[in-house]
């Protein structure tokens, strides 16, 4: 299961990260990505961290368990959890994937206060404002499962963690000066990361 963890977070980046940056390269003449925001020591610098740890903890978890530093929590070391794991982590990718082709040109990594993109509300975005995050907290989640040991335990975490930060902190204060009253509208109609919930009344 940890080589097939590796493959898995592969095909994540690859299509998540290489991929889709080459092809908002080609659209538009940018990669699409922005960096961290925020000073050093900042909860917007942290939040960017913070997801870059998580991330590589997603590597490094399956790496150590396969050369035997970690070993699994027990509970959850079970062939059909594990294979639900590949399952959910699959899932992931491609609802990932699909969110960051429905947000079009306005796709970004990060937040530059100086640009102004699109307000996506159509499609999955009509329905939960922050998709492609919750895309990638379901491929946390299955990456956490393939492997369950402390390592990948804690990455899932802090991606939690981190993703509630970025998300309260970075974009959301960013969309309401760059969008006003139209962002407004969208937090008080549309969940944060399920239908539903995490609405703002205005």
């Known amino acids: 299961m940890p080589v097939l963890a590796l493959v ?88 990932t994937v699909y969110a960051q082709l429905d947000m079009g040109d306005s796709w970004r990594i990060g937040v530059d206060h100086h640009e102004t993109t699109t307000l996506v509300r159509t499609g999955v975005f009509g329905i939960v404002r922050n998709p492609i995050f919750t895309a990638m907290l379901v491929f946390g989640l299955g990456m956490a499962l393939l492997t369950p040991n402390f390592v990948a335990i804690v990455g899932l975490l802090l991606l939690v963690v981190t993703i509630e930060l970025q998300v309260r902190v970075v974009e959301e204060p960013y969309l309401l000066t760059v969008h006003g009253d139209t962002y407004r509208d969208y937090l008080a109609t549309v969940g944060r990361f399920v239908p539903g919930a995490g609405r703002k009344r205005r």
């Open 8 to 95: 898995v977070f592969a095909v994540f980046a690859i299509l998540g990260f290489g991929w889709r940056s080459w092809e908002q390269r080609r659209r538009t003449g940018s990669t699409g990505f922005r960096g961290i925001s925020g000073r050093p020591g900042s909860t917007e610098w942290a939040a960017g961290v913070g997801f870059v740890v998580a991330m590589a903890a997603a590597v490094i978890a399956p790496v150590l368990q396969l050369l035997g530093f970690v070993a699994p929590v027990a509970v959850l070391h079970h062939p059909w959890i594990q294979v639900g794991g590949a399952v959910i982590a699959v899932v992931g990718i491609i609802a």
